[in-house]
Each structure stands twice: as C-alpha cells, then as structure tokens.
C-alpha cells in the first residue's frame, strides 16, 4: 500500500482553496482537485504550478450542481475539504447563493457516503486573519493535530493491555471516541481502569470481542476511522507455540478481516522489536533498524515462539493491508516500561519489579532495549494521524546494560534487595541478547518528537508499582 493520505478539494481554484491545496501538497498528500473547467489555465493555471505538484495532484471537472462529477473526484480520499460556494458582498437572486451552498453541499455528502468518505472538513467566515494563517492553523493546528478529533472514532483491540491502555487514555485526551475491545467488559479487576480514565464515561464503550473470534470483531471496529491493533499474549517464555502463535496469526488475519468488511481505511500495528532482533546471522556490528528482520527459521530452531508469532504477524498485517487497501502504519516497540494503568503487572514492567523484590540473586549481562510506555501510546497515535506516516517503526529509545539498570534503581529506591551476582544465562542469551548495543532511532522520532528520559522512565515505572501496592 503506497504511502501518504489522499485528499479531495472541492472548488480547488478558489482563494481559500488553493491555499489549502498549496498546503496539502507541501505536506505530501496526494491531492484531488474539483474545478469546472480544468482546461481553464486564466482560472486554475496557479494550481498546475503550485511546488510539489509533481504527480501529486490531479484536477477533476466537476460542478457540486452535478452530484455524478463529484463521485470520482471524492473516490478513495481519506478526508474531502468542501469549499465550494460563491462569495459575493451581496446576491440579487437568493438561488445565486442558496442553490450551491445548499444542494452543492447535499451532493458533496452524497458522493463520500455513497464513496465511504469518512471525514469531511468544511469552512465558516473566519474573520480577518490572513488566509494563509487561517489555513496554517487550520492544517497543523485543527486537521493534523486532531483538534476536531471529536469527530473522530478509533478502534483499540485488546484496549485493557499495558499499551492499549496507554493508546485509549491519550485518544481519549485528544477527543476521540473510542471503541475498545475487551474479553470480558463485566470484569473489573481487569478493566476497571478503562473506565475510570477522564473522558471514558462519555466517549469509550467497551466491546466484549476475541481476535479468535471473526464476528465479534466486526461490531467494534464499525463506524471507526483507524483501528489499533495491539492484543497479542506476550510471556519471557510460551511452552505451547500455539499459546501465542494462533492469537498473533488468526487474530491478525480476523482483525484485518473486519476492518475490510467494514471499510476501515487505516490500521495502526503493534508488533515489536522482537521482530527484529532474532537473526543469528547478522554481524554483532549491524546499526539495528527498520530493515532488521528476525529470521523465522532460527525463531523456531531455537523455539522463540513469541519472536516467531511477532515476525509473521508483522509480515501478515502488511501483506493483508496491501491486498485489502488498507494502509497500515507498524510500531515496533522494544522493552516497554513506565506507568501502569491497568490494577495487575505485566510481563515487560514485571522485569523491573523482579530486579527490586528479591527474587533474583543473579543478573544477566545483557543490554535491555528500552522505552517509555507514553511514547509508545504517543508513536501509534502518530501512525495515524501523521499523514507522512508509513511502513514500519522502530519504537525505542535507549539500551542500558542490566547492571547499569540496577545502579540507576538503587540510587532512586536503596530500600529494596536487589541481585547481586552478574552472570549469563546460557549460550542463547549471550550470543541472541545482547545485540541492541547499536541501533537507529531515526525514523521514530519524525512521529514522535523526543523520548521520555531513561532515569524518569525507571522512576515513573517504580512510582506506579509502589502506588498499586504490586511492589
Ligand atoms: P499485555 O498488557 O499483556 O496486553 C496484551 C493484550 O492482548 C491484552 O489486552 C490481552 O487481552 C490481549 N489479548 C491476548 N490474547 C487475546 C485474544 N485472544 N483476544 C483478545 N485479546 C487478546 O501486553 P502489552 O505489553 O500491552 O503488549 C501489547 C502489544 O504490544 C502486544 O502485541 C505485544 O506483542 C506488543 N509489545 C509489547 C512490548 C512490551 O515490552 N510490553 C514490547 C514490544 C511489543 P486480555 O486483557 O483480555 O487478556
């Protein structure tokens, strides 16, 4: 699936118009312009000539009297700017005005419903701003930053895992309404928290759905503009490949399924950077990034069912997105730590609290990748709605040895007992482990801006395990 949003002007030679067409194509959107006479160069030459046209906009014949030339031009647009109307200080005759604006305006919402055109933006008097401020705000400010996300409904699956929760809380802070699949919506030691979070009275409502389970699925992810997908057991260790492998495949293939049926445009990926790191033919030198792949065969000699579910899922998500046109953005995240929303601990924050609880006489000497549970939630919620975003991301922001990790931890909290001892723990750990020394986080930060700090990380995990009494 190619990359980039596409969107619709309608009236795009007009003042206010070509500002926006000029300011879309400057971001990289693919542009489909509706004019009334295309080959009028006095009317709508400046369009042609905007920078960045390049193959990137494309000019319809199209009247918003004539409710057939709008369907093609709104056609595959994830968002249609309806502009068109004529402005005149006065009009003798009412219709010159009221035609247009009213039943122009019925046939543009016409066309994207019969086209599934899910967003449409529209324009008011603003006053005597600048246009090009006007449109600047309107770009950066309202479109691209989710201001009128209100109008905007996102689906997360598997909403009560550590992430997701993270994802539904910070959706919810933007204004979005969210729809958010559990197993089971009564049980309240595990989900209770979702419905707590400031906002979800009025815009969440939990959906009982298993990704097993085709059908329940598909009333989650209706009326949604992109849905998250991010449940997948995840366990330092599966003895059954099945445990995580059926749930990553069949889940993947059943989520992507129902978003096809219901015409869902955008799909934000959770996979990991355990599908990057597993390859033991690559040099120990190799920079890691977003063209490491882990290699399945060694997944599965070495059974690393959890790697092995995370790699073909990956594979799976993108292959599927291409084959139903839905553009899909992936976060690989590596060792995800910081606060917890949800009442019990999970595997990945679990490793901090078995540093500090005396469980441990030993620590590997080994480099854990590491990043901050917010700036994750923070990347998949870019992946959508950063219209440049595509492909694949490596989601990580430091690698600190366990030895250093420990140092850090009992300078903050000397009161618990912590291991001692470094060792390995095996061949496996020592020649797979220990390769997030040198990595590239490039790509990652053109979505997210910077990382939240290694030591507040650490301190803000402890802070929430001792706050929910779990340490
Ligand atoms: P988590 O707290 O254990 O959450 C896992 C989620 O998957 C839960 O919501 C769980 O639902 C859901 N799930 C599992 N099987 C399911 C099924 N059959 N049907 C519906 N939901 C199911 O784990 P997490 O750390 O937030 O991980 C979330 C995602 O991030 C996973 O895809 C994981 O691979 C990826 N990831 C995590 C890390 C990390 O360090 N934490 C790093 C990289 C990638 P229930 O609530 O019903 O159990």
Not at 204 to 220: H, M, N, Q
Not at 230 to 236: E, G, I, L, R, Y
Not at 333 to 361: D, E, F, H, R, Y
Request: proline share 5%; aromatic share 10%.
């Amino acid at each position: 699936m190619e990359g980039g949003r596409r969107a619709c002007v309608i009236g795009a030679g007009g003042f206010i118009a070509s500002w926006i067409v000029a300011k879309l194509l400057d971001r990289g959107y693919k542009v489909h312009g509706t004019v009334r006479d295309p080959d009028d160069d006095e009317k709508n030459g400046h369009l042609k000539k905007l920078p960045g046209v390049g193959e990137r906009l494309s000019l319809f014949r199209a009247d918003v009297l004539d409710y057939e030339s709008l369907v093609p031009a709104v056609r595959g647009c994830d968002v249609v700017f309806h502009t068109a109307c004529p402005v005149a200080p006065n009009f003798e005759d009412p219709d010159a005005v009221l035609k247009p604006a009213v039943d122009g305006t019925r046939n543009v919402m016409e066309a994207c419903h019969k086209e599934n055109i899910k967003r449409v933006e529209t324009h008011n008097h603003y006053g005597h701003y600048t246009i090009s401020t006007i449109m600047t705000i309107f770009l950066e400010r309202v479109y691209c930053r989710g201001f009128f996300a209100s109008m905007e409904r996102a689906c997360v699956i598997g909403a009560g895992g550590f992430i997701a929760s993270w994802i539904v809380a910070k959706l919810l802070d933007r204004g979005y309404t969210v729809h958010g699949t559990v197993r089971d919506p009564d049980d309240d030691e595990k989900y209770g928290h979702l419905k707590k979070l400031p906002g979800a009275s009025e815009r969440l409502s939990l959906f009982r759905a298993d990704v097993l389970d085709y059908d329940s699925l598909v009333p989650a992810v209706r009326g949604c503009h992109v849905v998250f997908h991010t449940a997948c057991p995840v366990a330092h260790k599966f003895e059954d490949p099945d445990a995580v492998l059926k749930p990553a495949m069949d889940g993947t293939r059943n989520v992507m399924e129902a978003c096809h049926k219901e015409n869902v445009k955008r799909v934000v990926f959770t996979s990991s950077g355990a599908a990057m790191i597993f390859d033991p033919n690559r040099s120990r030198d190799q920079i890691i990034d977003e063209s490491c792949w882990s290699d399945p065969e060694a997944c599965r000699k070495y059974q690393q069912w959890y790697r092995l579910a995370k790699t073909e899922s990956e594979k799976l998500v993108s292959k599927l997105g291409d084959e139903f046109g839905i553009h899909v953005v992936v976060i690989c995240p590596v060792w995800v730590l910081g606060p917890i929303l949800q009442s019990k601990i999970n595997a990945s924050v679990g490793l901090v609290a078995t540093l500090m609880n005396g469980s441990k006489t030993s620590y590997p000497n080994i480099y854990f990748a590491l990043v901050d549970v917010r700036d994750v939630a923070e990347a998949h919620i870019a992946g959508y709605e950063d219209p440049n975003a595509s492909g694949r991301y490596f989601c990580i922001a430091c690698s600190k040895l366990c030895k250093e990790m420990i140092e850090t931890l009992k300078e903050n909290f000397p009161q618990y007992s912590y291991p001692e001892k470094c060792e390995t723990e095996g061949d496996l750990f020592e020649k797979f482990m220990n390769l997030f020394e040198k990595f590239s986080n490039k790509k990652i930060l053109s979505l997210i801006k910077e990382f939240i700090p290694y030591e507040k990380m650490l301190v803000d995990t402890v802070a929430s395990l001792q706050e929910k009494g779990l340490l």
